[in-house]
C-alpha cells in the first residue's frame, strides 16, 4: 500500500509530468499527506520509546525495593512459569 502512495506520489511529484496545474495541486497534497504521515510516526515512536524506558525504570525500582534480588537460578529451573531455557528444556526431560 505504501509503496503504491509513494510511486504515485513520485509520478506526480516529476517536472516532466506536469502538464496542468491540477498535478502540480495533486503533487502538493499528497506531499503535505507524506510530511504529516511521517511526522505522526516519529511521535508515536517517541512516545512508545518513552514508555519503555519509564517501564524499565520502574522495573529497576521495584527491583531495588525486594533488595536488589531477583530469583535463584535454582528456583527459576524448577518453577513452572519460567521461560530460561535452561527450565524449558528440563521440563521437557521431566515430561519423558
Known sequence: MDSDFVSEYRSLAD???VTSSKK???AQLFKK???TNT???KSDTDKAL???VQAKKERERLKALRGGKG???LYSLTSAHSH???AVFCGAMALR
Do not use: Y
Open 39 to 41: 511526522a505522526q510516526f
Open 50 to 52: 518513552r514508555r519503555s
Open 15 to 17: 517536472p516532466g509530468d
Open 24 to 26: 502540480v495541486e495533486e
Open 33 to 35: 499527506i507524506l510530511k
Open 71 to 73: 530469583h535463584t537460578f
Open 84 to 86: 530460561r531455557l535452561e
